[in-house]
T-cell receptor
Framework: AQSVAQPEDQVNVAEGNPLTVKCTYS??????LFWYVQYPNRGLQFLLK??????LVKGSYGFEAEFNKSQTSFHLKKPSALVSDSALYFC????????????FGAGTTVSVRA | DSGVTQTPKHLITATGQRVTLRCSPR?????VYWYQQSLDQGLQFLIQ???????AKGNILERFSAQQFPDLHSELNLSSLELGDSALYFC?????????????FGPGTRLLVL
């Protein structure tokens, strides 16, 4: 069964507008949640993670994400998108019953137009 | 630059052949992870080594094997290659066993099996 889902294959937004990339998870217990970004022909770069504590997590490049336990979501947000944010974004989850192996979503392609 | 290095960057080989991919983790990191990224399967966890010992296994085929050496670098061996093994192979590393830790990814090795 899929542990993490990214319901949108692609998100298109104009530069300067808010950007949201959705992620939902379906695991038992307390998950650890991560966001990574992949630029063309590059490896994955870590953006942020939620382990415990404050539900709002701030990360690199102005990104933040909110852990919502009741909705089992961990959406990635940026208040004002840049053209340089255009990339492939991955949500990932690890949890005890899976021996903390990192399971990735299918990815969401973000396209920011000037 | 994550500090994780992978060689070679590109590899072209024929079906039935065997190849070795190499990964050097960030300085001080004890865990090495291997992932496969393909269009149809997405990003899949293959295997983790921690301080020279296998710690976790994912969807790794029996034709594939890995090891971590005393200097902590790791090699992923792929044998009896098939067309479907064509993919981007990533290595990642983390400081400890990995339960709550961020994994830092290398730039990947692109394998093309003809």
């Amino acid at each position: 069964a899929q542990s993490v889902a990214q319901p949108e294959d692609q998100v298109n937004v104009a530069e300067g507008n808010p950007l949201t990339v959705k992620c939902t998870y379906s695991v038992s217990g307390n998950p650890y949640l991560f966001w990574y970004v992949q630029y063309p022909n590059r490896g994955l770069q870590f953006l942020l993670k939620y382990i415990t504590g404050d539900n709002l997590v701030k990360g690199s490049y102005g990104f933040e994400a909110e852990f919502n336990k009741s909705q089992t979501s961990f959406h990635l947000k940026k208040p004002s998108a840049l053209v340089s944010d255009s990339a492939l974004y991955f949500c990932a989850v690890s949890f005890l019953l899976n021996d903390y192996k990192l399971s990735f979503g299918a990815g969401t392609t973000v396209s920011v137009r000037a | 630059d994550s500090g994780v290095t992978q060689t070679p960057k590109h590899l072209i080989t024929a079906t039935g052949q065997r190849v070795t991919l190499r990964c050097s983790p960030r300085s001080g990191d004890l865990s090495v992870y291997w992932y496969q990224q393909s269009l149809d399967q997405g990003l899949q966890f293959l295997i983790q080594y921690y301080n020279g010992e296998e710690r976790a296994k994912g969807n790794i085929l029996e034709r594939f094997s890995a090891q971590q050496f005393p200097d902590l670098h790791s090699e992923l061996n792929l044998s009896s290659l098939e067309l479907g093994d064509s993919a981007l192979y990533f290595c990642a590393s983390s400081k400890g066993r990995g339960d709550q830790e961020t994994q830092y990814f290398g730039p990947g090795t692109r394998l093309l099996v003809l």
